[in-house]
């Protein structure tokens, strides 16, 4: 019986082992998926156009707009439209410098190549992107427990994927990049987000001063992507 026993563990492990092998050999072979992420934008057309250009020439997947594309939604012309001209496919946020309407608005204007991923998600490369606009301050405001309960609704439709990226425009609370302003707090909401949900990466801006930091919370990359774009690779 004993011996019975120790056969079917090492039968047990043997499986597991070829397991493993399998997951890394297809971890190998699997493209990644590459993006430019830009945020803060406010307003500056120039910018946008000479991003659009650049995700062309890197042959990006996806670009991703982390919010506070306008200034206080004075003018919405010529900041995504320069993306769509190129045929990329835009995943954006709004910020606290414009409201959901705004981003629904830009949404449908620039369709198929844009898409709203607020309290959203969407499947590629074995990745899950969802994600949550607005701040704890200014146009577009969420209390926390929205800012929370809005992520969760984007993840729970992602969760199985093998890697997952979380777009936002206000940074966590408790981090470097927080402590660069006096002005704008971070948001536990997104925090808590991170600790639950541990996606792979998670993308924001707002912070203009902290453009380009990186930090981890626990596993998870967090990289405040600013106004000049960063190209990501997952």
Known sequence: MAKKKTKKRKSEKRKQRRKK????????????????????????????????????????????????????????????GPFAKHKLKVLLVPGNHETLATANFLTDLYSPYVYNLHGKAIKTKN??????????????????????????????????????????????????????????????????????FKPDLALCSHVHEAAGIEEHIGKTRVVNVGRKGKIIEI
């Not at 997951?23 to 990644?32: G, H, I, M, P, R």
């Not at 000479?50 to 996806?62: I, R, S």
């Not at 609370?173 to 639950?196: C, D, E, H, N, Y």
């Open 127 to 196: 990745t899950g992107i969802f994600g949550c606009g607005g701040a704890n301050i200014g146009l577009f405001q969420l209390p926390e427990k929205d800012i929370y309960s809005t992520l969760h609704k984007g993840f729970s439709k992602v969760k199985k994927e093998r890697k997952k990226i979380m777009v936002t425009h206000v940074h966590p609370s408790g981090t470097l990049m927080g402590k660069l302003t006096t002005v704008f707090p971070g948001s536990t909401g997104v925090r808590k987000a991170i600790k639950r």
């Open 21 to 80: 092998i399998r997951e890394k050999t297809e971890a190998k072979k699997e493209k990644k998926l590459r993006i430019l992420a830009i945020g803060d934008l406010h307003g500056d057309t120039m910018q946008a156009k000479k991003l659009a250009q650049l995700a062309a020439e890197k042959h990006v997947d996806y670009v991703v707009l982390t919010g506070d594309l306008t200034f206080a939604e004075t003018s919405t012309d010529y900041l995504v």
